[in-house]
C-alpha cells in the first residue's frame, strides 16, 4: 500500500508539474529570440548613432554638399564636361540615338541626370506623336483624292450617251 501511495504521488506531481514544465521551455526560447532581437536592434542603433555623428561634422556636410549636389564655395568655379565625345573632337564617337534612347538613369546619377533624362524622354514623345501626325494627315489628303476620283462617273466625248452593245 506505501508503494501505491508513492506512485499516486508522484504521478498527481507529474500532471501538476508538466505543464508548467512546458510553459517554463516555452518561454525560454522565447526569451532567447528576443535576446537575439535585442542585440541586432542595438548594433542598428549603433550603426545609426555613428552615422549621426558623421553629419554633426561640417566637414563631412560640406563633402556630402559637393559629392551630391556639385555645390561649391564661393570663389570657385565648377567645371562639368556634358560630353566627352564633343570634349575630345573625335567624329568617331558621336552619341547614337539609340544609345540615347536605351540609357536608364540610376541612383548613383545626380538629381539633374534624372529630371534631365525625364525631360529628354517627353520631348522624344512629342517629337513622335508630332510625326505621327504628320503622317495620318497626308494619308487622310491622299485618301480623299483617291475616292473623289473614284466616285465620278466619266461622260463620254461629244455629250452622247455610250452604247454598251457596240
Given amino acids: 500500500m506505501r508503494t501505491f501511495g ?25 526569451l532567447r529570440d528576443l535576446n537575439g532581437q535585442l542585440a541586432r536592434t542595438n548594433d542598428e542603433i549603433a550603426a545609426m548613432e555613428a552615422q549621426l555623428a558623421r553629419w554633426q561634422d ?12 556639385s555645390f561649391t564655395l564661393p570663389g570657385e568655379t ?3 564636361v ?16 539609340s544609345a540615347r534612347a536605351s540609357y536608364e538613369p540610376s541612383t548613383a546619377d545626380p538629381w539633374y541626370i534624372s529630371v534631365w533624362y525625364s525631360v529628354d524622354v ?3 514623345a512629342a517629337e513622335t506623336m508630332r510625326a505621327e501626325a504628320e503622317v495620318e494627315g ?3 489628303a491622299a485618301g480623299e483624292g483617291e475616292t473623289g476620283a473614284g466616285s465620278e462617273v466619266e461622260a463620254p466625248v ?9
Fill in 6 to 30: 508513492v506512485v499516486l504521488a508522484l504521478l498527481v506531481a507529474f500532471i501538476i508539474l508538466a505543464p508548467t514544465l512546458r510553459a517554463y521551455v516555452t518561454q525560454q526560447e522565447q
Fill in 58 to 69: 561640417p566637414e563631412f556636410v560640406k563633402a556630402q554638399a559637393r559629392n551630391r549636389f
Fill in 78 to 80: 565648377l567645371y562639368r
Fill in 82 to 97: 556634358i560630353d566627352p565625345e564633343t570634349v575630345t573632337g573625335d567624329p568617331a564617337a558621336e552619341q547614337d540615338e
Fill in 122 to 124: 517627353a520631348g522624344a
Fill in 138 to 140: 497626308e494619308g487622310e
Fill in 158 to 166: 461629244g455629250g452622247e450617251p455610250a452604247d454598251d452593245a457596240g
